[in-house]
């Protein structure tokens, strides 16, 4: 970390900048000319906030020169992180992971039904809500235990792991021992306690992208699980809330080749819940493929104008077998396969 | 609701929709005239999501005649809500109340000195954070039950009522034996879990507006709190993210006549967080009062540059001292007090 | 377009609205039922604007069932727009069109280099900005008609059309001599008098979405060329602010699908100035063709250390070559070429 | 400026880049401690860019220690600058100035009936525009010449300096002829040439903030006027671009003391467009005073309803007369007066 004083900064200020730096154990290198003062900060200054230096006047700017995340950077694990669910691996050159299924488990007819075509349509694993996170009180809140039971049902009949998504850190027991990778959802992104919870479990778990969460925050939210023992996470991309209204949310597809660039950690993307409209979801799917995503969790229904939720942003199970065929060879042209 | 179809929607597919809301027990008004389908929709909409309905491709549009959100809105309840906290009143034409203290509570010592300021300064209650959310696991997490216990000493000794934030459920017991008013912060609005739990308590609670949430789901998570029978809820607008770097957020004040129009509870505004410049909170806080805000929650230490967290936001005592008086004076001009 | 009163709106207010639209000559339906009046307004209303509407405080909702643009509407022209560049077609099923060059022409020595290998790599088109749209007036500013010259020369020798962006009316007539496509920049995208002098000539107009503009302000900034007679209109997305700092800009790839669903128009990308760094261009260039892109307009330099614009985003010569490749493998899969 | 380099950068390529700097005509200071270099960059660093600079994959940072704009910053012209309009004074500790008026001049009539009641209400400028820029093509787009002759006539009768928005460049004569202030709307903030044109003119400047322009660049844009000679420029904040849909835009009224920290120029506020709704407009009016606004651009009509433009937006006459009554209570609180 750097440390650049202005330039009238008087030397009894930095004194005692430096005294308060090396009190708190750090070593601090005072590099002078024509009168720049900067303090480059030695030691494991994730442990620093810049917030906090800043809070002098006589700091000018703070730069940190290491990412403030240690386990999920690249830097730090040069090799690509690759999670194994069931024999099914997501990361490094692997097969692009398809997840599909409805975004709510509504009764286990539904969840069978659309089971049985995603297995068929080539999907590795089964996606399904019991427990919802919705903004209304008045919204259909998930099947909860029911739900998860149906999913098992699902999953021993097809095949098929299965990923639903958690809530609150009271369910990790009941995840843990029904669930084969659990999700936190964007709004529970750097809902700290749940991290820590998942991140002393052995189980795979999907990180969403908070809403308006930038690239840093997100692996900070990964550097939680990771921190605590749990190296299984795989991040997932669902669109940045942006002043457009024709979609949903933005799909920020670059952040693809930026997270392998940063961390070794697979990604994977959501573009239902990107866009919001079933008409753009295998467009977007194609893309993230071609941009190197590692896998795709896509909502389909059987009957989307009745679901119980997101209806709009659900594939009818015909477009989604077609999605995965002609993603396939996209995955091809660029070395890997679906 | 209002469901508006496309100009050449099929009559077929007119009576499907129709049937289907009127078996889920809505009465609906087909309006048509020169080609034009009107569906008005009466019954408990907000039970009905946009997206699902939106997903039959025959509808152009659906629109809400009335807010989704019952409780919290004006129309269901047009008088203000007077929260009381140990017999200081928030809202209507109360006076602004000022909330000041520390982002994190240290140690007794730290707590005491700032208490006592804050009390000097004619501020009506304590903040402090115990357990804090940090976007880095290497972070300082807070004191937790130890901060809780310095802030109950401070309270006995300076008679302040105390405000904290809460990040999970099973702190509630702890918290509703111990706290005033029970902060839920920015990254956990849409903690339904917490925000229902929070419900069925008789305390208080601020409400801080998310990050990237809009005004109306906003309303839809104090909706949660109120639909469990808890009515003590008051906002707290802290700043949203935008493009802008030059402060930490972008605080919204046009929320606080909005809030008024909308909705009958009580709006305070939190400057610190919004800005996170010291520099700018006077300015901001006497904004907030000539807007019409109900209360300040302010960041203030005694020595802001050895602060754990926050440092650069906080304002020194005497700073918060000349705010208040700065303050009072605005208030008085629209016909209210500090 | 359909107006919807509030409930409690007195028949004499209704009365008045109605009457003020058709004094202006519109033909006004009121559909009324259980005290819900929807007015449903026929005629031209994308002469109408909702924002006047509804300062009518019994006014509780406008919304438009046809979309403000009309030239520009897939719906109005179902066939796809294809614009022809010197016989290179861009638009529809035809071969995906990439474009390359220098941010800013520097010498003639440069252009000459940087478009011989652009050739040889398999790009259609040279771009090259002679004026420059800077931030700063103190940054480099364009060698404007001494680098229009040079972009000429280059042409001649190398058979490729070239692109070059505009920056003010009063050199329309410097542009429609020399170059083949003109270029309309972000922060110009809403310079109303250029696009209707654009409007005017007969060239191939490239307009690039503004930084913070939704799809349908863009559509409409194309209606303004559209509507004074030129339709050979490209659009270009080319990022968006967010409050993301890893990247210069979001690349919103959504709105390729969104707008063929939308519009005629061919729409292409330019992932250099979206992504702001070179190690990003690559991947985003093949999302772009798998998302359905009509083209890409890409940075290119031959020393981008040295280069006075924008070095931080511009692939090397090599990698151009290679991105083409790879993209040309993409594009076959899905049913084109490059 | 300074420079920091990766940990493990080769000494060639350092040497490369202080050579390549150097040749630039800077000054280069290695320093260098425990494997960290940092090169100290002494000179006008207001030519360099950040981008071109992290180009080189060497370079960690790149971090300004002084500001890009010069003659906007306050460090450069540490007193107030003062605008001065027919006597009437915007800035500093002077009384702060209310502009009243319509969004557009609609007819003669119009324009002198609100300009009498602006007057009479304590206005101390006429706004109204002549050249519209709307989005549409088929809105209302001002009655252009007619409208400013109408807006002297207006000037004339009733002592009211006037302002109007200039779109074009070649209406500069037209403008410096007729009008007092020139307005740059938001769309044009970064119209170079414009700004360049208005330079080179002595008539007083307001220029808006840029839908999505950060702080940063606002000072750029209003440096581009400075650096032409032209010192009377009035920056005027009137919301930016965010996900929030209840209103128009998001009024950021922070930057009222940053930019009085950061420059020396006039900032006032036009709350009518940002927020978009009358019923928003006296709050944020004094909220902006409170906050140390110099002055307020506000859309007034006598007839909202029957306004070509924006007439949502717009105070009738006996509410534009109570905001001022109201404001004037609150500019004396602060010291100052209306």
């Known amino acids: 970390m750097i440390i650049t004083l202005k330039k009238e900064t008087p030397q009894q200020e930095i004194d005692n900048i430096i005294a308060q730096l090396e009190a708190n154990g750090f070593k601090v290198v005072d590099m002078v000319k024509d009168d720049i003062h900067l303090l480059g900060i030695l030691g494991e200054t994730s442990f620093l906030e810049e917030q906090n230096i800043g809070a002098n006047n006589w700091v000018a700017a703070v730069t940190r020169i290491t990412a403030p995340y240690k386990k999920a950077s690249r830097e730090f694990h040069p090799q690509d992180t690759i999670v194994s669910v069931d024999g099914i ?51 259909f809140q998930g099947l909860e235990s029911e739900g998860i039971t149906y999913l098992v049902e699902a999953k021993k009949k097809y095949k098929l792991p299965i990923v639903s998504e958690i809530t609150t850190v009271d369910k990790i027991e009941e995840f843990v021992a029904n ?67 024709a979609t949903r949310n933005t799909l920020d597809l670059s952040v693809i080749p930026l997270i392998k660039k940063l961390s070794h950690l697979p990604i994977i993307v959501d573009p239902s819940h990107a866009t919001g409209h079933w008409e753009l ?58």
Not at 112 to 134: D, P, W
Not at 191 to 208: D, Q, S, V, W
Not at 226 to 243: D, H, M, P, W, Y
């Open 89 to 139: 691996k997501i990361g490094g050159k692997e097969k692009i992971v398809i997840i599909g299924g409805p975004c709510s488990v509504e009764n286990k007819e539904q969840i069978m039904t659309i089971a049985e075509a995603v297995a068929l349509a080539g999907a590795k694993m089964l996606r399904g809500g019991a427990y919802k996170y919705r903004t209304s009180p008045y919204a």
């Open 179 to 245: 669930v084969d990778v659990i999700q936190v959802g964007a709004r529970n992104m750097q809902n700290i306690e749940l991290l820590k919870a998942l991140g002393k479990t052995n189980k795979p778990i999907i990180l969403k992208r908070g809403l308006s969460s930038t690239v840093e925050e997100w692996l900070m939210s990964a550097e939680y699980i990771l921190a605590e023992g749990n190296s299984q996470v795989i991040l997932c991309e669902r669109g940045i809330r942006t002043f457009e209204k």
């Open 281 to 338: 979801v295998e467009s977007m799917s194609l893309a993230a493929i071609a941009a190197g995503a590692d896998g795709l969790l896509i909502e389909v229904h059987h009957n989307p104008l009745n679901a119980l939720s997101d209806g709009q942003q659900s594939l009818k199970l015909k477009n989604f077998a077609t999605l995965i065929e002609n993603g396939r060879k996209i995955a091809r042209v660029i070395g890997r396969d679906i």
